[in-house]
């Protein structure tokens, strides 16, 4: 689904991450750490194409196609999609209209209803995107887009920040109808999920997982395992590991 080949980034001329590989199959998901600063969003944001992050070397395939210079939405018409961890307020649109907008000729009033209300967002439709929205309902309302969309590769910015005990497990339930988790030998979508504190793992499961230090990956394997061991060691434990 994504492969990511040698990849270095630059940000305003400064370099953030240095040559970074991995590789997401169909069906797959995959897990991100890393402490703040570290470059996981700089990466995210790379992959998705936002031009202020600049690929000076490497390159980015989605479904064995180049996509490295392609731009935002031709990589998202492509099946690609984001959930930020700081989305943007937005006036004069509301978020009724966004998901509609994500839906495209899928639009169906009555089943942009149906998701919001399993999100908890049913009262803020017809707001303006995230104008007084709480942080946990700034997170649902970037996942009610990503559902209307139905992106074949999700990435997840921290989706499990700022978002309290109540609703998370239900953020965690809406993550996985995005991955297809209930689908076992079906699965066609995968995900990059960043995380800083491993929360969302308690809810979704991941295939493997990275840790990522001053932009470079220093560390790969099972999941619950690395983040054991941050938890038991933190970060610098990872440093002693084999790139």
Request: one cysteine or more; hydrophobic letters at 40%.
């Amino acid at each position: 689904m994504l492969r990511v080949e040698g990849l270095t980034v630059e940000v305003g001329g400064k370099e953030i991450i240095h040559s970074v590989s991995l590789n997401i199959g169909v069906g797959e998901t995959h897990a991100l750490f890393g402490p703040n600063g570290s470059g996981k969003t700089t990466l995210l944001m790379a992959i998705m194409g936002f031009p202020r992050y600049q690929v000076t070397k490497g390159c980015i395939l989605f479904k064995g196609e180049d996509i490295t210079r392609l731009p935002v939405d031709e990589r998202a018409r492509l099946g690609m999609g984001i959930a930020f961890q700081r989305p943007p307020v937005v006036r004069g649109v509301k978020a009724r209209e966004m998901v509609r907008a994500c839906m495209g000729e899928r639009e169906d009033g009555p089943v942009i209803d149906e998701m919001a209300i399993r999100l908890n967002l049913g009262e803020l439709l017809d707001r303006e995107i995230n104008y007084g929205f709480s942080g946990g309902e700034i997170k649902r309302s970037e996942l009610l887009q990503l559902l209307a969309q139905s992106p074949e590769l999700v990435l997840l910015d921290e989706p499990d920040s700022g978002v309290d005990l109540v609703n998370i497990a239900l953020v965690g339930e809406m993550i996985n109808e995005l991955l297809q988790k209930e689908r076992m030998r079906t699965r066609t979508h995968a995900g990059l999920i960043i995380t800083h504190t491993g929360h969302i793992l308690d809810y979704v499961n991941a295939d493997k997982a990275y840790v990522l230090l001053d932009g470079s990956l220093w560390c790969q394997g099972n999941a619950r395992e690395l983040l054991a061991s941050i938890k038991s060691h933190g970060y610098e434990g990872c440093a002693v590991c084999q790139k």
